[in-house]
């Protein structure tokens, strides 16, 4: 039996409890950065690899290493009677888990069995966050409510990621009217999705916004910002090195949003650093940024944008599209 746990947190937890089977810890997180359709698996993989070098501050050679070692054991699941998916509700999770029913889904899987383990709560738990939250116990307790993978899952995540990793997301609003059930976060994962993209309003999407308004409301220093955040949007799954990336590129645009204290030398642009530092960091909101908060100045506008959602990479003095608050709706900037 094969395990895929979305990181090594639940991974390792699992692996000291009494649930069988083999535990692979899902180390990626696509939710940021590119991931555009028509590539090669292995062009893909290098993609990827390159994304999270500069990103996180490791060497291109350890993550392509690294995504080798995800590829190998994932495509060993013939060798295994059920392959189960533990994921969770925020659109991290979701991301991954689509991901996967697409990578399933064009292959034979013989006679191994493949199943879901989705949650959005656990009993007791008040705030749940995700699986990493849980004991081992509690884990153990999730693994007989496991279903088996219908086609109909199977299809649908494999549409769904077709959408996100489409260079067009006008693609995502017939997916988005269309019937979600049977993967049943998925629709609100997608909207928190979308939210990304620049609004209309100011050129910011939703993630930067979040953080510029608490940044401005008492919450400058990352160690108190990044939990704030997660209490306003858990929606979103970020863990702390994808906030500081989104916050970050508000300090790094050419006309800065934001002012980052406690900055260490010789760190490349936009990547994160240890979690140590990143909890040191304290941000100061500039007069430009004050103005693009209160919508008097737009972000691409005045800084352009180089940025990917999804499978949509948004370049240029203008973004291409802009999602419309008031509207609820995604627009195409001609």
Not at 6 to 26: C, F, Q, R, V, Y
Not at 72 to 97: I, P, S, T, Y
Not at 168 to 190: R, T, V
Request: glycine fraction near 10%.
């Amino acid at each position: 039996m094969l395990h895929i746990h979305n990181g090594d947190s639940t991974a390792e937890t699992a692996k000291k409890s009494n649930i069988p089977g083999e535990h692979l810890a899902w180390r990626e997180a696509m939710v940021c950065g590119p991931t555009p359709t028509g590539l090669s698996a292995e062009e893909f993989l290098q993609l990827r690899a390159k994304h999270l070098s500069g990103a996180y501050g490791v060497s291109l050679e350890q993550c392509e290493r690294d995504l080798r070692a995800q590829a190998e054991g994932l495509a060993r699941f013939l060798g295994h009677e059920e392959v189960v998916l533990w994921f969770e509700h925020d659109l991290f999770c979701q991301v991954h888990l689509i991901y996967l029913l697409n990578w399933f889904a064009q292959r034979e899987l013989g006679r191994t069995k493949l199943s879901l383990i989705c949650v959005g709560e656990f009993p007791g738990i008040g705030r749940f966050r995700g699986l990493g939250q849980l004991s081992a116990e509690q884990l153990t307790a999730l693994f007989p409510q496991r279903e088996e993978a219908s086609p109909t899952q199977l299809h649908l995540g494999a549409k769904a990621w077709r959408a996100y990793s489409s260079p067009d997301p006008a693609e995502l609003i017939p997916l988005m009217n269309s019937d979600l059930s049977a993967i049943p976060f998925l629709k609100h994962a997608l909207i928190k999705h979308i939210q990304r993209f620049p609004s209309t309003g100011n050129g910011l999407g939703r993630i930067e916004n979040v953080g510029l308004e608490l940044i401005a409301n008492g919450y400058p220093s990352f160690k108190s910002l990044f939990p704030a955040f997660v209490r306003c949007e858990p929606e979103y799954g970020l863990g702390d090195a994808q906030l500081y990336l989104e916050i970050k590129r508000l300090v790094d645009a050419s006309t800065p949003l934001l002012k980052l204290s406690n900055a260490v030398k010789g760190v490349t642009k936009g990547a994160t650093k240890d979690a140590a530092h990143m909890l040191l960091s304290s941000f100061e909101i500039t007069r430009h940024g004050r103005a693009v908060l209160s919508g008097a100045e737009d972000f691409v506008r005045t800084n352009g944008i180089d940025q990917w959602l999804g499978g949509v990479h948004l370049e240029g003095d203008e973004a291409g599209w802009r999602w419309d608050e008031g509207a609820k709706e995604l627009l195409v900037r001609l």
